[in-house]
């Protein structure tokens, strides 16, 4: 099976690749630009990057202000008895007390939790633009897929009505024929109730173009109702380029964002363990209030300039707990790395061997037409000539509109494995960059 792929892989590297189509291009950036979902991520990454700002500023020195007011009723009092004195000093505290004051405060030490937790927006920023890109990805394959089942469904009105056409031609000959005698009444009923079908099967396939057609429409943000503009006919995928059949999805936004669950949770890791590391401060505190220095009644300035160690000695093992909670947190994120790796080696290798089949029906389903085209029209001969009868023509024309749907249906489903081979080697994000 696997030579078989190689060599399969061998021949379509000799193959020349052209565009899917000028119009699908157009549609795919109308889709990103319209996605609700795209929109949602875009500010997901802004919001993160604010994250990123907000904690490098925790490394700079912060400023407070703070003002007070309070009023005590019975303030303190103190009567001391001195010897020298023939009554006792009385100093009594007063009842009104405001005033403001600054802090400014600098982080000498935190045990490394501010820079971690930098480096942890960092990556949760990273996390974000991944999740972006794969939703980039989502909405150019989602745009593919109903591109192409629209177009399909376009080309097979066009084939329901030839079809339609060719029945109401051989009911107004077998007419003729009756008229003159030559053919049984029978069969000029027989045309005619295939015909009525064939009317039934054109109104069917016309408003399964026009729901189609909508879906399109909603998915690139105009109006429903618009008639938005499609190729007529599915292109055959001629194709397949050197570097898009070596691509093994290595540059998958979810194999980035898988590392980078992995180093958010290493940076959890470390911003536990900062918490149960000594922390150091210096600080500065000025403060202008009442009452003053040596009791003033008035307003006074006044400062203070200290340093501020804390030592976390004893948590009850807290420290210890959460440090292994976070290593199978760790150990969670490569499994699922592992995992992700080999989603996307499956994938890319389904996406592949579909083309290949896909490639292989479009070709089975050409001959068919071919041959059913060819039996049709010695059918109509030899019913001319009176050496059938007219089931067998029915029959010959249903057998050529059933190829012309696979045909069709063959070409739609080629293009739109060419699309999940694209996303799978992430195409469509390296094509916008």
Known sequence: MKKFILFNLILLCSLYVQGQSQLLEQYRAMALDYSHDLHAAEKNIAASMEVERSARADLKPKLSADANFQYTGNPMELNIDLPSMSAPLTFQGRD??????LTLLQPVYTGGQLLESIRLARHRQSLANGQADVLRSSVCYQTDIQYWNTVARKEIVGVTADFRESVASLAQTIRERVDAGLADPQDLLMAEVRLNDADYQLLQAQNSFETGRMALNSLIGVAL??????????????WASDSLLAADGSFRP???????QIRIAESSLKLNDARFKPKFYVGLDGSYSSPGYNFKSDLDPNYAVYAKLSVPLFEWGKRRNE????????????DNLNRVQDDIRLEVQTARVSLIQALERVRLSESSLEKAKENEQKALERYTEGRISIVE?????????????????ARAAAQIQYSALLKATNRYNMASR
Do not use: C, F, W
């Open 323 to 334: 440090k292994r909670a976070s290593k199978l947190r760790i150990g969670m994120a490569n």
């Open 254 to 260: 979810e194999l980035r964002m898988a590392h980078d």
């Open 225 to 238: 109702e618009a008639p938005t503009e499609t190729d007529t006919t599915i292109p055959q995928v001629k």
């Open 393 to 409: 023509v029915i029959d010959a024309q249903t057998y050529r509109q059933t190829s012309q749907v696979n045909y069709v249906q």
């Open 96 to 101: 009104l007390k405001y005033g403001a004051s």
